[in-house]
């Protein structure tokens, strides 16, 4: 299995300084992106999930005219990778462009990932002109998540 870095802490890195597969994830998060259906919000946010045999699926956000149906794109991702047999999660990137600040995952989404992530599993957070990351965890994110175990 590969561990794409270390998550024993959370850091603000360049994106040229992480390491390929770290790339690739935050890529195809961008490439899912362009896909968001968002005409009332206009905010579009992509996600992109590195599942246990290695390969990646991306996601978008989803809106819907009534509102509460809408899908934020780690969910999509993360449907997407459950509904084809993929079930453990390895990595997660979240690609949203807010001027201040990184487009972190949502409560229901950091909850809703770690149903599927069976350790610490890293987290990158960049814009859709990928410069700085916050490279991140899911437990960061979300400690004490709920857990029937
Ligand atoms: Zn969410």
Redesign the pocket.
């Known amino acids: 299995m590969n561990h794409e870095i270390n998550v024993q802490s959370e850091s603000v890195q360049d994106y040229s300084d992480l390491n390929e597969e770290a790339q690739e994830l935050i890529k195809a998060a961008i490439e899912a992106r362009e896909f968001a259906y968002v005409p009332y919000s206009n905010f579009k946010v992509g996600s992109a999930i590195r599942v246990a045999d290695g390969s990646i699926i991306g996601g978008c956000n989803i809106e819907n005219s009534a509102y509460s149906p809408t899908i ?1 794109a ?2 999509t991702a993360a449907c997407k990778a459950i509904s084809t047999g993929n079930n453990e999660f390895k990595a997660v990137a979240v690609i949203g462009l807010q001027e201040k600040s990184f487009t972190t ?2 409560g ?2 950091r909850q809703f990932l770690s149903e599927f992530a069976k350790e610490d599993i890293p987290v990158y957070v960049t814009k859709p002109e990928p410069e700085r990351v916050l490279v991140t965890s899911l437990s960061r994110l979300l400690p004490h998540s709920f857990n029937l175990n």
């Open positions: 934020c780690e969910r995952p949502c229901v989404c």
